[in-house]
């Protein structure tokens, strides 16, 4: 079954409003999650580390005040973008990074569309 | 983390074995190989890893050369469900991965 569930699995907004979109980890706690974006015929980007009960690490290049991360919970990651215009559009994606003791291995999440309007 | 380069692109016959390259010259020694791949509009799915020596899971079989510098993927029996974009990523001792360009395997009846 699935690991790693994200809500919603497609959203569509207005230029100049915020999307919410959750992350959970559903077969184990994660005190790492991570975020991608993925932008048509092209590779995933990682944007950040999320880390539970701290702040998110933001690769370089990518705005942490338009791209806002929490981690409040070990099973929940949620990655807010804020006054999202058409470039923001995108397939977000979120993944998960086991406790140390399991596999080494990231599970992935379904992924979001967003379109932003 | 160690940059990979892989074929743009492949074709293979359903029913025969799939071979996805990867080269990684640059890999240091405590470096992983991860096998990925993304079906269209869907999330990675796991596929194999591997340190230094091969290793086989039910969905494929990883060789990786000598030197470490150079990997192959293997899918025994292709079907058409592996049609799909396959990435090959060195993850070094941080948790993040940095995905790479991928090979999109096309596997034609």
């Known amino acids: 079954g699935a690991v790693v569930s994200q809500h919603p699995s497609r959203v569509i907004c207005k230029s100049g409003t915020s999307v919410k979109i959750e992350c959970r980890s559903l077969?184990?706690?994660?005190?790492?999650m991570f975020w991608y974006r993925q932008f048509p015929k092209q590779s995933l980007m990682l944007m950040a580390t999320?880390?539970?009960?701290?702040?998110?690490?933001?690769e370089q290049g990518v705005e942490k005040d338009k791209f806002l991360i929490n981690h409040a919970s070990l099973t929940l990651s949620t990655l807010t973008v804020t006054s999202a215009h058409p470039e923001d559009s995108s397939f977000y994606i979120c993944?998960?990074?086991?406790?140390?003791?399991?596999?080494?291995?990231?599970?992935f999440g379904p992924g979001t569309r967003l379109t932003v309007l | 983390d160690a940059k990979t380069t892989q074929p743009t692109s492949m074709d293979c016959a359903e029913g025969r074995a799939a071979n996805l390259p990867c080269n990684h010259s640059?890999?240091?020694?405590?470096?992983?190989v991860y096998w990925y791949r993304q079906i269209h509009s869907q999330g990675p799915q796991y596929i194999i890893h591997?340190?230094?020596n091969n290793e086989t899971n039910e969905m494929a079989s990883l060789i990786i050369t000598e030197d470490r510098k150079s990997s192959t993927l293997i899918l025994p029996h292709a079907t058409l469900r592996d049609t799909a974009v396959y990435y090959c990523?060195?993850?070094?001792?941080?948790?993040?991965?940095?995905f790479g360009t991928g090979t999109s395997l096309t596997v034609i009846p």
């Open positions: 993944s998960v990074h086991p406790p140390s003791g399991r596999t080494d291995t990231q599970y």
């Open positions: 077969d184990f706690q994660a005190t790492t």
């Open positions: 999320s880390n539970e009960g701290s702040k998110a690490t933001y």
């Open positions: 640059t890999i240091s020694g405590n470096e992983y």
């Open positions: 591997g340190l230094k």
């Open positions: 990523i060195v993850k070094g001792t941080g948790n993040q991965f940095y």
